[in-house]
């Protein structure tokens, strides 16, 4: 079951907010730029590069992501490691509300998101 209008309105309002905060400066966007996407119960954030090879095409590489799971009323927090699959995030594998989520992914305090 997808999110509703209402929840992906406010989404927008603060994981739009935060990754607007987050961008680079506008002249270097073409470099380096991050997005986010809703994606039925899930929000992914990413960052946007041109290909090493092709720098008219771009490629998305995954910082974090959050399931919200209905039945418990959490966001589940997940980060892509090596092997390039989700895994829970140890330190805080749930939280209950998307601000939680985003202050955690900002402070990124065991380097798991921004590297």
């Not at 992906?8 to 309002?13: A, G, H, L, P, Y």
């Not at 998307?98 to 798991?112: K, N, Q, T």
Request: charged share 30%; hydrophobic share 35%.
């Amino acid at each position: 079951m997808a999110l509703s209008e209402l929840e992906t309105k406010r989404i927008e309002k603060l994981v739009g907010g935060f990754i607007e905060k987050r961008r680079p400066p506008a002249h270097i966007r073409s470099e380096l730029d991050f997005g986010y996407r809703v994606c039925g119960q899930s929000i992914e954030i990413f960052e946007i590069r041109p290909i090493w090879n092709k720098p008219s095409e771009y490629q998305e590489s995954p910082i974090a992501k959050a399931t919200f799971t209905q039945k418990q009323q959490v966001w589940k927090i997940y980060w892509q490691r090596s092997d390039l699959r989700w895994h829970s995030y140890p330190p805080k594998p749930q939280v209950k509300t998307l601000e939680e989520f985003i202050a955690e992914v900002d402070a990124d305090p065991h380097g798991c998101f921004w590297g």
